[in-house]
């Protein structure tokens, strides 16, 4: 799936007679999906590694994504049926999205069958009881954390398939090699806040012919061109990885949401990095000099320095009169931003 900045859906779909562009293999999907939910069975405990054993958070996500992984040759978007099911887990994927929408209403193109299209129900209680509800509520604060999550679980995926990525904030992962565009993400609040649907676009058979000529074709990035590149040829990139790439992103998705609802009950002080500081290690934007293009038009220059636990980005802001490391640290939210981009680069 290509973001771009119109919404000219004119262009004819790639023929699904091409080998590169066949309808996905949904039964290879959910094989994928349990076959690793079932690796999970037992972890930890050798003993109990058979098909009794109980599954962690993230087995259990892993079944209920192949469950109710729920495939359309062809829709306007995905992320209606997702939100109007409500369901934890679901996931609603298309051969061909022919409307589909990006962050601040930008249209997105999805060429037939070159790459995933698909929304995906995650759940912010932890039960159905009024104490789970009552822990997603308290941590509205941090809904902002779950589309860096849902970055980094598609660059830890690709990373899987031997593609170097990052996550620019807030919402696109690109190569780390070209700083193409592979992958574009929209989060919207689901129903009566009990969930967040996730929509992942994500480029995987090289379709850079049907993207019209100008800037869009020159970020535009596949997994396909990414897994040449790093080398060992067509050899290299196997018939099924669209099906394979579908897997590694749930599996990321769930390993990385069942994270974040973990870190919502983690005592103070527990071992390891914070997510914050996961979110912040696969940041393409952390450390560097940005511009933010602003809704009334104006750009602020300064260096971005962390992220906030809103998921928000902290930036440095020089103040007049000011030189070296002085300025104020700012907190802008996506809604705050209409373009973030590294600093002097205009489309």
Same mark, same amino acid.
Request: charged fraction near 20%; hydrophobic fraction near 45%; glycine fraction near 12%.
């Given at each position: ?13 790639? %023929? ?68 109007? %099911? ?128 100008? &800037? ?5 990035? &596949? ?125």
């Amino acid at each position: 799936m290509t973001h771009l900045s119109s919404a000219d859906h004119s262009r004819p779909p790639v %023929s699904l007679e091409d080998h590169h562009s066949h309808p996905l293999d949904v039964a290879a999907v959910r094989r994928g999906l349990r076959a690793l939910a079932d690796a999970r069975r037992g972890a930890g405990d050798r003993a109990g590694a058979d098909a009794g054993a109980p599954l962690d958070a993230v087995g259990a996500a892993l079944l209920a994504l192949a469950d109710g992984f729920d495939h359309h040759a062809e829709l306007p978007s995905t992320q209606p049926l997702a939100a109007a %099911s409500g369901r934890a887990w679901q996931v609603v994927s298309t051969d061909h999205q022919t409307a589909g929408r990006g962050r601040m209403g930008r249209g997105w193109e999805n060429p037939a069958a070159s790459g995933i299209a698909m929304s995906v129900v995650l759940p912010l209680e932890e039960g159905t009881d009024a104490v789970g509800a009552a822990l997603a509520a308290s941590r509205t604060p941090q809904w902002g954390q779950v589309p860096l999550c849902v970055g980094a679980a598609v660059h830890d995926a690709l990373a899987a398939l031997g593609v170097a990525t990052g996550v620019k904030w807030p919402n696109d992962v690109l190569s780390r090699t070209t700083g193409r565009k592979l992958a574009g993400i929209l989060c919207q609040v689901g129903d009566r806040g009990h969930s967040i649907v996730a929509g992942i676009g994500l480029n995987v058979w090289d379709a850079s012919a049907l993207v019209a000529a100008g &800037s869009a074709r020159e970020r535009y990035g &596949s997994v396909q061109a990414e897994v040449l590149a790093a080398g060992g040829g067509e050899a290299a990139v196997p018939p099924d990885l669209r099906e394979r790439t579908a897997v590694e992103v749930l599996h990321a998705l769930a390993v990385w949401h069942c994270a974040w609802r973990a870190e919502g009950v983690a005592p103070a002080g527990s071992p390891g990095p914070s997510l914050v500081e996961r979110l912040e290690a696969v940041s393409l934007t952390v450390g560097q000099e940005v511009d933010l293009h602003l809704p009334d038009g104006a750009v602020q220059r300064g260096e971005a320095v962390g992220l906030a636990e809103s998921g928000a980005v902290l930036v440095r802001v020089a103040l007049a009169g000011q030189g070296g490391g002085a300025g104020e640290v700012r907190e802008y939210r996506a809604a705050d931003v209409v373009h973030l981009r590294p600093a002097g680069r205009y489309p």
